[in-house]
C-alpha cells in the first residue's frame, strides 16, 4: 500500500485526476505523518524527561510546563495583549522597510539614472549590521516605538531592494523584445512582462525580509521594549519563570512559520504558471 | 497607391469579403534601396542592399550563419535603424500590421495560451473580444483544446504554434519567419511548413522567411534570395505548382542548384 501510494503522490496531481477520496483521509496517509515523528518523539521524550527529574524543570520545564504557561498568560490576556503589540510592530516595520524596498528595486530596475545615483549608495549602507545600530537607535528615539520600526524596516528594506532589483534585471529581454515589436507601451510592457518576470525573485526577497523582520523584532524587543512578546520573555527572566522564557521562544518560533506559509500560500497562487511552485 | 478612388476601394473589399478571402490590397510590398548597415562602427553587414518584395509574396532568404541575413528581417521591421539607405512597406492599408515569428516562441509563462495569442492583438477591442479572436486564431492552428494551459505545459512545437497564431491573430500584412522552425523536430518542422503554407494561402499576406534550411525555402518560397557578405548572390523564382511535394525532381534540383552556390566559397 505505503509503495505505490508514495509515487503516485509523488507525482503532479494535475497529470492524472484526483483519486476519489474514499479511503483514507490525506492526514491519516502515511507519507504525511512520516515527516512528524521526529517532533512528536522529541517531544514525548523531553516531557518524559521532564517529569522524571532526569533534567531540572527549573532550567528547562517540560511540554505540559509550558502549556500550563501559555494557558494562564492567555486567561489573564497577557499573551494577547503582548501578541497583537509585537504583531503590530512587524507589519509596520515589514510595510514601510518592505514598501521603500520594493520602491528603491523597481526605480532602480527600470532608470538607469535612478540605479546610478543610489545604488552604491544603498550597498554601502547594506554592510552596516543593522542590528549593530542598536545603541544609536535607542540614543536617537529612546524605546519608543519608533527605535522598533526603525530597526525592523532598515532590515527588511535590503533583502526586498537587492531582490527586487534583480528580479527585474532578469526578465527575458527576448520576451521585452516581443512585447515591443507587439506593440506594448511601457505601461503595458511592465504590468505584462516585467513585473510578472521579477515576481518570482520579489517573493525570495519577501520570505527573507519576514525572516529579518523577526529576528530584528526579537532583538529590539528583548533589548528595549515596555510590552510586546520579547519583553515578556525578559520580564519572565528576571522572576525565574523558566516556562513562559519558553513559551515565547515556541511563540515566536510559530509566528514565524505562519508567516511563511503565508508566503508560499501567496507565491502558490501568484505563481501558478511556474512548474517550479505548482502543488508541492 | 493611396490617391486611388475611395469608392473602388470599398467595393473590392465588399466583394473580398462575401468571397471569404482577405482584401487583395491588404498585403504590404517591401522596397530596400542602397540599404547598408554596421554595427558600431564596424565593418558593414549588409553593403548596398537593393531589393524589391511586391505584395503578398513568400520569399525565403537563405545564407549561412553570420551572411546578415536576419539583420535585412530587423531592419525590414524596424527593429534596427540603418546606417544609410531606406526601407520602406507600401500598401493600401497604411495601418496594416507587420508581425514577427522569433526563432524561440517567446510566450510569456505567466499568461495563458489564449492570453499569450491575445497579445497580437495589442488593444483593440474589448478583452472579451480579444479572446475571442484569439480562441479563432488558436483554432486555426489546431490549438483550440490547450487555450486555457500554461505554455509550459506544451511541447516545443506546440508553443512555436501558438507563436504563430499569435503572430497571425491579427490578420497581418507582413509576416516575418526568423528561423521559426530551426528549433524543432524534422516531423514537426514538415507540419509547421504546411500550416504556414496553408494560412498563407488563405489570408494573403506578404511573408518573409529568413532560414538556413535550403529544403524549407525550396518547399515553401515563391522567390529564393541567397544573401552572401550582405548582398544578393542569387535571386531564383520558384514557380512549382502547390502543394509542393517533397523529393519532386525539379524542387530537387533547385535545392541542389542553392547548396552549391551556398558551399561554392568554402
Redesign the interface.
Known amino acids: 500500500m505505503a509503495d505505490s501510494a508514495l509515487p503516485a503522490l509523488a507525482r503532479s496531481a494535475a497529470a492524472r485526476p484526483a483519486r476519489p477520496a474514499a479511503r483514507t483521509p490525506s492526514w491519516l496517509n502515511p507519507s504525511r505523518l512520516i515527516p512528524w515523528l521526529v517532533p512528536a518523539a522529541i517531544i514525548l521524550g523531553w516531557q518524559v524527561a521532564g517529569s522524571t527529574g532526569l533534567v531540572s524543570t527549573r532550567f528547562m520545564p517540560a511540554p505540559l510546563d509550558v502549556l500550563r504557561a501559555g494557558w494562564q498568560a492567555a486567561q489573564t490576556g497577557e499573551l494577547w495583549v503582548n501578541l497583537w503589540v509585537s504583531f503590530l510592530r512587524a507589519l509596520a516595520g515589514f510595510v514601510v522597510g518592505g514598501g521603500i524596498g520594493l520602491a528603491f528595486g523597481l526605480a532602480n530596475g527600470l532608470s538607469k539614472l535612478s540605479e546610478q545615483l543610489t545604488d552604491t549608495t544603498l550597498q554601502m549602507v547594506r554592510n552596516v549590521p543593522h542590528l549593530s545600530l542598536i545603541p544609536l537607535v535607542i540614543l536617537w528615539f529612546g524605546i519608543d516605538e519608533g527605535a522598533k520600526l526603525f530597526l525592523v524596516a532598515l532590515g527588511v528594506f535590503f533583502p526586498i531592494y537587492a531582490n527586487t532589483l534583480h528580479g527585474i534585471r532578469s526578465v527575458d529581454p527576448q520576451l521585452i523584445e516581443m512585447g515591443r515589436v507587439y506593440g506594448m507601451n511601457r505601461r503595458e510592457l511592465f504590468w505584462r512582462v516585467v513585473l510578472p518576470g521579477a515576481l518570482p525573485s520579489i517573493f525570495v526577497g519577501l520570505r527573507y525580509g519576514l525572516g529579518i523582520m523577526w529576528l530584528t523584532l526579537i532583538v529590539a524587543e528583548t533589548i528595549s521594549a515596555n510590552s510586546g512578546l520579547g519583553y515578556m520573555a525578559m520580564q519572565a527572566r528576571e522572576f525565574m519563570l523558566v516556562d513562559v522564557v519558553v513559551l515565547a521562544i515556541l511563540i515566536y518560533a510559530a509566528l514565524g512559520k505562519v508567516a511563511d506559509s503565508l508566503t508560499r500560500l501567496f507565491e502558490r497562487t501568484c505563481l501558478a504558471w511556474n512548474p517550479a511552485y505548482r502543488n508541492g | 497607391m493611396t490617391a486611388s478612388p475611395a469608392l473602388s476601394f470599398e467595393t473590392a473589399t465588399e466583394t473580398a469579403r462575401t468571397a471569404r478571402r482577405p482584401a487583395t490590397g491588404h498585403a504590404l510590398s517591401v522596397t530596400l534601396r542602397r540599404l547598408t548597415k554596421a554595427f558600431d562602427g564596424g565593418e558593414p553587414v549588409i553593403r548596398g542592399l537593393d531589393l524589391h518584395i511586391p505584395a503578398g509574396q513568400f520569399v525565403a532568404i537563405v545564407g549561412r550563419s553570420g551572411c546578415g541575413k536576419s539583420t535585412v528581417l530587423r531592419l525590414i521591421?524596424g527593429?534596427e535603424e540603418p546606417t544609410s539607405g531606406l526601407v520602406s512597406l507600401n500598401g493600401s492599408d497604411t495601418r496594416a500590421s507587420k508581425?514577427?515569428m522569433?526563432q524561440?516562441p517567446?510566450l510569456?509563462?505567466?499568461?495563458r495560451v489564449v492570453d499569450n495569442v491575445a497579445?497580437?492583438l495589442?488593444?483593440e477591442g474589448s478583452r472579451a473580444e480579444r479572446r475571442e479572436r484569439a480562441r479563432a486564431a488558436l483554432e486555426e492552428v489546431g490549438l483550440t483544446a490547450k487555450a486555457d494551459e500554461?505554455?509550459?505545459t506544451l511541447s516545443g512545437g506546440q508553443r512555436q504554434r501558438v507563436a504563430l497564431a499569435?503572430a497571425l491573430v491579427s490578420r497581418p500584412a507582413l509576416l516575418a519567419l526568423d528561423e521559426p522552425l530551426g528549433a524543432l523536430d524534422a516531423l514537426t518542422r514538415i507540419d509547421m511548413q504546411a500550416m504556414i503554407e496553408r494560412i498563407r494561402i488563405e489570408q494573403g499576406f506578404t511573408a518573409i522567411l529568413v532560414t538556413h534550411d535550403v529544403g524549407e525555402a525550396v518547399a515553401l518560397a515563391d522567390r529564393i534570395l541567397v544573401i552572401e557578405d550582405g548582398a544578393v548572390a542569387l535571386d531564383v523564382d520558384v514557380d512549382a505548382p502547390r502543394p509542393r511535394r517533397r523529393g519532386d525532381p525539379d524542387l530537387a534540383a533547385l535545392e541542389g542548384r542553392i547548396l552549391d552556390q551556398l558551399l561554392a566559397r568554402t
Open positions: 521591421l527593429l508581425r514577427i522569433f524561440e517567446r510569456l509563462p505567466w499568461a497579445v497580437g495589442g488593444r500554461w505554455p509550459a499569435r
